[in-house]
């Protein structure tokens, strides 16, 4: 419906016109906030991106150094690719210890709603600083992980300080936050018709055909939808390597988003990390687009593929 204009206002003009402005006011402080918070801030770095803008220096000279000296920097391709093997290691990880755990929990037995609440606790503390100290408390040379291996008879070993171990110790802090996703595919899981289930067992399929065939297929769009959440998550990664390891040990768990934050508060030169930050968002970006290309090849909506509607 066309909402009337004019000066001559209708009744229901006249309506019209106080529901947006009702609108504007509720969205206003939301609108502020994105303004001064993303908006500014995104613009500005595009900005002082082409410049060479120190945190107390200022700025000298503007041009596409930064941009030149990225493909240049053996330092931040070697973060780029510590930060894409990271989250190759996490998200597969997390996604399939969600699912089983959703398998497990869509069970009606007593007591089952405590069950699910502990499994998603970890979702809830994880992200915090805490967790993360008590993580590296845990797998310290003398920490209770090396402890209890000890007590198996097995040799200490050094999590924290291999290069082959560290990565590791970070991915198992964020697989073990699974709660989110677990909840997205336990209700996808609800939503699976049984009467599939009943259809093949009658064809005498047994639990793992019906799985791949049954299971998966309906819950594609919501592998999908995990998997496009949980990249972004991973990418961004900044408190487990910060806390734990600083990066190290020798840069192999520095991700690109503790590369960063060195260069721009270590470092103090802003402009760099401002060019590395879009440079990153435009890598993650493609990664997402071809996310979206893929699904029409596997993801099913309705039952069938996309590229077959």
Request: aromatic share 16%; charged share 15%.
């Amino acid at each position: 419906m066309k909402r009337p204009s004019g000066p001559g206002l209708t009744g229901r003009g006249k309506y019209f016109r106080q529901k947006e402005n009702e609108g504007l006011l509720f969205i206003s402080l939301w609108l502020a906030g994105f303004i001064v918070f993303r908006l500014f801030p995104s613009v500005f770095s595009l900005v002082f991106s082409f410049s060479d803008f120190n945190l107390f220096g200022g700025i000298e000279k503007w041009g596409f150094m930064n941009y030149i000296g990225i493909a240049a920097d053996k330092k931040i391709t070697a973060s780029f690719a510590v930060t894409v093997k990271y989250a190759a290691i996490t998200v597969p990880l997390k996604l399939i210890a969600a699912l089983l755990a959703a398998l497990l929990l869509n069970h009606a037995v007593k007591g089952i709603g405590f069950f699910r609440t502990v499994f998603y606790i970890p979702t809830v503390l994880g992200s915090s600083v805490a967790i993360a100290i008590l993580w590296k408390a845990l797998f310290r040379d003398d920490g209770l992980v090396n402890q209890f291996l000890v007590l198996l008879g097995h040799e200490k070993i050094s999590w924290l300080s291999d290069t082959g171990n560290a990565l590791w110790v970070i991915s198992f802090l964020r697989i073990w936050q699974f709660g989110s996703s677990m909840v997205v595919f336990l209700a996808a899981l609800k939503a699976v018709p049984h009467e599939l289930y009943e259809a093949a067992e009658i064809d005498g399929a047994g639990t793992i055909r019906k799985f791949f065939t049954i299971t998966v297929p309906f819950l594609s769009p919501v592998i999908f939808y995990n998997m496009v959440t949980q990249t972004g998550l991973a990418f961004q990664e900044f408190n487990a390597p910060f806390v734990i390891t600083q990066g190290g040990p020798r840069g192999s768990t520095t991700l690109i988003s503790l590369l960063i934050y060195n260069i721009a508060f270590q470092e103090k030169n802003m402009g760099m990390a401002c060019a590395l930050t879009w440079v990153f968002f435009i890598v993650v970006s493609m990664i997402g687009a071809l996310m979206f290309i893929s699904q029409k090849y596997w993801v099913y909506y309705d039952g069938t593929p996309r590229e077959e509607k």
